[in-house]
């Protein structure tokens, strides 16, 4: 017997069961994410009307999906009005649903994806997806709550909804909580939304756009990481960012450094790519950590970096820039529908004649190259939500390197795929701090920053952001402290309320140990290259500097403050 035949000729004895549970019981464990201003709302697999009504109850309008003839008759007899209607439609088609062209604040599976094959749950996610409204959510209930049928049930794990969802670049909300009247689990996921429209863009390229390579998420990576950790490098004009062209070719490099000479990996059908020149080949024996943002390069790796760096920016021109285009029925506060097809970014590129034997990657390096130009909103967008992001764009960048390797006869696995992808890394390292902190003990007292404490024989240099969570050995980030203190900090973030009572320690250990000719244009530097805005032009800017990324990273990344 087939699930609808099931449910068609069980329909009134089903029905009195579901009417049984209490709907806002059942749902307990999520309901606290719903907006309090109601909205529109599919619910799948509607049986009696029990949840629909529910919904309806807290402000929603309800479109009910159910199959099964008997069960839907049962449903409008029970729950029927302006607010509720009933639709026959089957999972995963929905090609009626579809057809209606709306868009849903909530999408309810309870009970429901049980019945539909493990192999088409990425379809049928997809598919629901594309129905959500902006910042709406998909809501997935799976236990032993819901009635069981006698027609074959399919697993449902949490574990791969989850990573379903990543792939779709959905947030997770709640990944398993159990409700205590049924044990029910329930998966919660949500389409984030910035409220200027970029976030949907950005997802359209990650997901949807046709890629014959891995050059737009590559491209859209490389802007992600600036916009998070070396969004000081960019300036604002116009609604527009300003990013130095030189900057975005080294992070491209620095991706493709380990994909291509390490591991071999196809960025194409073919393993044929347009920056992988004479500049980029004679980088195999350099790693990607010696290409960090001011690293003084010397030698034939600085000759060798430069000619990649341009090589880079020609095939970034060419190919993502020109194919990164606003996709359409989609419009924003800082764009139109009448844009669709247009290019979304802008690269006005440099190519320097000249071989240099030295270079320190800096800005005014980097700004040789040219100009790069992202429009404000998506800018503010891939910085706020990086964390987000970055994890979508290495999801579809596994499976595009599958894809390539399958068709060339070279299977590799998503896993060799990722393992691949995860960024070049610099190792905790506070050596030159430590050294700093020893040869001014010999003159004079060094207290901890935290709490004002001399630190005699035994210290520890803490990262004031944990190094676990924002990778960064820049000298502002590093301070001296006592282990007692570092220890009980650990990996969590020092409150703003914390850290403006360290003020004046953190100034003057600035003052002492970095305001000296082998220093101090250095920590500037850094803190220019990785601190949001302009501060760079003293200590007292910096720390100013230091306090916004502190907002940042707790707003962002939702850390554990200390």
Request: hydrophobic share 40%.
């Amino acid at each position: 017997m087939s699930v609808i035949s099931f449910y068609d000729r069980s329909a009134q004895e089903l029905a009195e069961g579901y009417e049984s549970l209490d709907a806002g019981l059942l749902h307990q464990s999520w309901r606290y994410l719903l907006p309090g201003h109601g909205g529109l709302a599919l619910d799948l697999g509607a049986g009696s009307g029990r949840d629909a009504a529910w919904l309806v109850g807290l402000g929603f309008e309800v479109h009910a999906v159910e199959p099964a003839q008997g069960m839907r008759l049962e449903g409008e007899k029970r729950h029927s009005g302006p607010r509720i209607t009933w639709l026959d439609d089957r999972l995963p088609e929905l090609r009626r649903v579809i057809d209606l062209g709306h868009r849903y604040d909530l999408i309810l599976l309870s009970g429901v994806l049980g019945h539909i094959p493990e192999e088409q749950h990425g379809r049928l996610l997809r598919k629901l997806t594309g129905l959500l409204a902006a910042e709406g959510r998909l809501v997935i209930t799976r236990g032993p709550g819901e009635v069981e049928v006698a027609a074959k049930t399919h697993t449902v794990d949490a574990r791969v909804l989850c990573q379903l969802g990543r792939d779709l670049a959905l947030s997770i909300e709640n990944s398993g909580a159990s409700t205590p009247l049924t044990g029910e689990t329930t998966v919660v996921f949500q389409l984030p939304d910035d409220g200027t429209g970029a976030l949907p863009v950005l997802r359209h390229i990650i997901v949807n756009d046709a890629k014959e390579a891995t050059y737009k998420l590559a491209l859209l990576r490389t802007l992600v990481r600036i916009a998070d950790g070396c969004a000081g490098m960019a300036t604002r004009k116009n609604g527009q960012v300003i990013l130095p062209a030189g900057l975005v070719a080294l992070y491209w490099l620095r991706q493709y450094r380990q994909l291509v000479f390490d591991r071999d990996l196809l960025q194409r059908p073919k393993a044929q790519y347009g920056f992988a020149g004479k500049g980029f080949n004679r980088l195999g024996d350099d790693s990607a950590l010696d290409w960090r943002v001011e690293a003084s390069i010397q030698g034939d790796m600085a000759g060798s970096l430069h000619m990649a760096l341009k090589e880079s920016l020609r095939t970034i021109t060419k190919m993502p820039v020109r194919y990164i285009t606003w996709p359409n029925g989609v419009a924003g506060p800082s764009w139109s529908e009448s844009q669709a097809g247009q290019q979304m970014l802008c690269s006005k590129p440099i190519y320097p004649n000249n071989r240099p034997s030295s270079v320190i990657l800096d800005y005014n390096y980097f700004s040789d190259f040219g100009e790069f130009t992202v429009p404000e909103s998506l800018w503010n967008a891939m910085g706020r939500y990086a964390c987000w992001l970055e994890p979508a764009i290495l999801n579809a960048w596994a499976e595009q390197i599958k894809k390539f390797h399958q068709r060339a006869g070279r299977p590799v696995t998503l896993d060799v795929a990722m393992a691949a992808l995860q960024w070049p890394r610099d190792h905790r390292d506070t050596t030159e701090v430590r050294d700093i902190v020893k040869r001014l003990r010999k003159a004079d007292d060094v207290h901890c920053i935290w709490t004002n404490v001399p630190l005699k024989r035994a210290f520890e240099v803490d990262h004031c952001f944990p190094f676990s969570r924002w990778p960064n050995n820049d000298l502002w980030n590093l301070f001296p402290a006592t282990g007692l203190i570092n220890r009980e900090k650990s990996d969590r973030l020092p409150s703003e309320e914390r850290l403006e009572t360290a003020r004046s320690e953190v100034l003057a250990w600035w003052e002492r140990a970095y305001h000296c000719d082998e220093y101090y244009d250095r920590f500037l530097a850094q803190a220019r290259a990785s601190l949001p805005g302009q501060y760079w032009n003293d200590f007292g800017a910096v720390f100013d500097g230091v306090c916004t990324q502190r907002q940042r990273l707790m707003k962002n990344m939702q850390l554990n403050e200390w």
